[in-house]
């Protein structure tokens, strides 16, 4: 019997590093147009600084406490709400500003009203289809919009710069590194190829004179 010893505690310390080893089943709780969301083709999620949940959604923009669901919608057009419903993408700047981008343009969260607002009012004609915020730094957002181009806004007086693409965009990648954004895209209508082009933060966009 001496002789097995050895092999029962090999055994008996191989169950055990096993049972150790395995991860703790994660709890998975499955939200839908039950719980509140506004529609369930989730297009984008991101945590703002209070720590919501900002679901952008086919049909509306939701909010999670941690609780409860709350939908909002951009201003109401009987033109074109049908587009500024379907929400793209929203980013959150450091000081808790929530900029978000719809099939229609880009609207601004304002958390006083809470409502979704036109931040830009002046050059909304400029931004005009899909547009997908990229990064917000202290003064500048810069914006993927649907004329592929790179548009880069001085939150403060409204001044804008862009950069055109000169192809049609079909994939927008953020990676773990909020500084950086990759672009796939087709460099004509012919579609073999699938170039990358990397978008890195503003600087900042000094006044036009």
């Not at 406490?65 to 109401?76: A, L, R, V």
């Not at 914006?143 to 693409?165: D, K, P, Q």
């Not at 004509?188 to 600087?203: E, F, K």
């Amino acid at each position: 019997m001496k002789i097995f010893r050895p092999v029962l505690g090999i055994l008996v310390w191989l169950c055990f590093s096993v049972i150790i080893g395995q991860e703790i089943p994660k709890k998975l709780t499955i939200y839908s147009v039950g719980d509140g969301l506004s529609q369930s083709s989730v297009q984008s999620i991101t945590q703002d600084i209070y720590g919501f949940i900002w679901i952008s959604t086919g049909n509306g923009l939701n909010c999670f406490d941690g609780k409860n669901i709350t939908s909002y919608f951009p201003p109401f057009d009987s033109k074109s709400s049908y587009k500024a419903n379907r929400i793209r993408k929203v980013v959150c700047d450091d000081i808790g500003n929530l900029w978000v981008g719809s099939d229609d343009g880009l609207f601004f969260f304002n958390r006083i009203t809470n409502k979704l607002e036109d931040p830009f009012p002046e050059i909304k004609n400029s931004m005009k289809g899909f547009c997908i915020p990229l990064f917000v730094t202290e003064d500048t957002l810069q914006a993927l919009l649907a004329n592929c181009c790179i548009m880069s806004i001085n939150i403060r007086n409204h001044h804008f710069r862009a950069s055109n693409l000169g192809s049609n965009v079909f994939k927008v990648i953020q990676t773990g590194n909020a500084n950086e954004t990759w672009c796939a895209f087709w460099p004509s209508n012919q579609a073999p190829a699938r170039p990358l082009a990397r978008v890195t933060p503003p600087v900042t966009v000094p006044p036009l004179t």
